[in-house]
């Protein structure tokens, strides 16, 4: 079954701090693969997809994630943190019209 | 191009009533998927419609029904309400759903209470 889990339910950097939230997928067929943000009171936005283009992905906001086969991986980072980037983070794995959700990661960024 | 809409934004409900929610996609959108969102079980797939057919159903007991009308906008229905069903549910819509590639966008959700 597909499924992906994010490492972190609560992650805090600093303002300038570089952002790191993990997530590892389970599947047995290429897996594709969306990072969602949901800012408070709101419905998710899509920030990324992999679709097996390229392993490097770049989204919006100055976020990008890795795809990284061997180590069932997909990892979104940004190199400088903002205060406006205080949200949740749902990394997600599609199967065919539905999507698996992660936990979340809620991200707190300390001025 | 106009998002996803969902309406009402809020909704409070007593235990044992009925609730129906709606959703708009984005025009020319045809797939319209619902989501539930709680706190202790996170974002779940109810079921996803498809030109008025429901293609995929989520894990949910019979309580919970939708349908789909002929210009793409959905509607989902809970009936006899328990305090379990509280939660914010998410409407997503894509182009056909065909395919795993294809994006789903989704709008600000519904917020039920359910006393």
């Known amino acids: 079954a597909q499924s992906v889990t994010q490492l972190g339910s609560h992650v805090s950097v600093s303002e300038g701090a570089l952002v790191l939230l993990r997530c590892n997928y389970s599947s047995s067929v290429p897996p594709y693969l969306f990072w969602y943000v949901q800012y408070p009171n709101q419905g998710l936005q899509l920030l990324l997809k992999y679709t097996s283009a390229a392993t490097l992905v770049k989204g919006i906001n100055g976020f990008e994630a890795e795809f990284k086969k061997s180590e069932t991986s997909f990892h979104l980072t940004k190199p400088s943190a903002h205060m406006s980037d205080a949200a949740e983070y749902f990394c997600?794995?599609?199967?065919?019209?539905?999507?698996?959700f992660g936990q979340g990661t809620r991200l707190t960024i300390n001025p | 191009k106009a998002g996803v809409t969902q309406t009402p934004r809020y909704l409070i409900k007593t235990r044992g009533q009925q609730v129906t929610l709606s959703c708009s996609p984005i025009?020319?959108?045809?797939?319209v998927s619902w989501y539930q969102q709680t706190p202790g079980q996170g974002l779940q797939f109810l079921f996803e419609y498809f030109s008025e057919t429901q293609r995929n159903k989520g894990n949910f007991p019979g309580r919970f029904s939708g349908r789909q009308f002929s210009n793409s906008r959905s509607e989902m229905n809970v009936s006899t309400l328990e305090l379990g069903d509280s939660a914010l549910y998410l409407c997503a819509s894509s182009m056909s759903g065909q395919g795993s590639t294809d994006t789903q966008y989704f709008g600000p959700g519904t917020r039920l209470t359910v006393l």
């Open positions: 025009s020319g959108h045809r797939s």
């Open positions: 997600a794995v599609s199967k065919a019209q539905k999507l698996v």
